[in-house]
């Protein structure tokens, strides 16, 4: 049976685009999850390696998705194809119990690790040199100005968060958030 396996590191994104290319690849079950792939003990993930048998297919879209390093990724290959299970991951291919096959997964895996860690040591520098700046301020950029969100909270006197979401395009939680930031000033 094919199996499938979606996983995105963070709450806020989407698992739709992985789970539909896994169900057109004929993925009879597909086990997703929020979790981020640095952790070993993602419960989904160890899930459905439990329940792989011999004849089996484990189908992924990306190499990151499956593993969190290279010798992760190693030893959870070596344990399925001891299992008899075949292993596709959809943008390398299918990846054989072959010495070349395993040559092959070893170097994308080692390519799949350094370029997560260049993704951080990036990220990292960028965050060092923004922090140097004045002006620097982590989160989420300030959309709305103060004086737009007092208006749209005087609004809210007399009208409804919806007419006031539409009268002003500032959202619904904003304006809550807002309203409870006001009170906890008071």
Known sequence: MKY????????????????QTLENEGCKKIYSEKFTGTKKNR??????????KEGDTLVV??????ARSTVDGIQTIKALFEKGVKVHVLNMGLVEDTPTGRLIFNIM???????????????????AIAKQ??????????????KAIEHALKLLESNSYKQVEEMTGISKSTLIRAKRKLKEQV
């Open 43 to 52: 419960p989904e993930f160890q899930e459905l390696l439990s329940i792989l």
């Open 109 to 127: 895996s080692a390519f799949a690790e350094f370029e997560r860690d260049m993704i951080v040591e990036r990220t990292q520098e960028g965050k």
């Open 61 to 66: 879209t990306k190499l990151d998705r499956f």
């Open 4 to 19: 499938g396996y979606a996983r995105v590191s963070t709450v806020g994104q989407d698992l739709d685009a992985q789970i």
């Open 133 to 146: 700046k004045d002006d620097f301020r982590e989160g989420r950029p300030v959309v709305h100005k103060k």
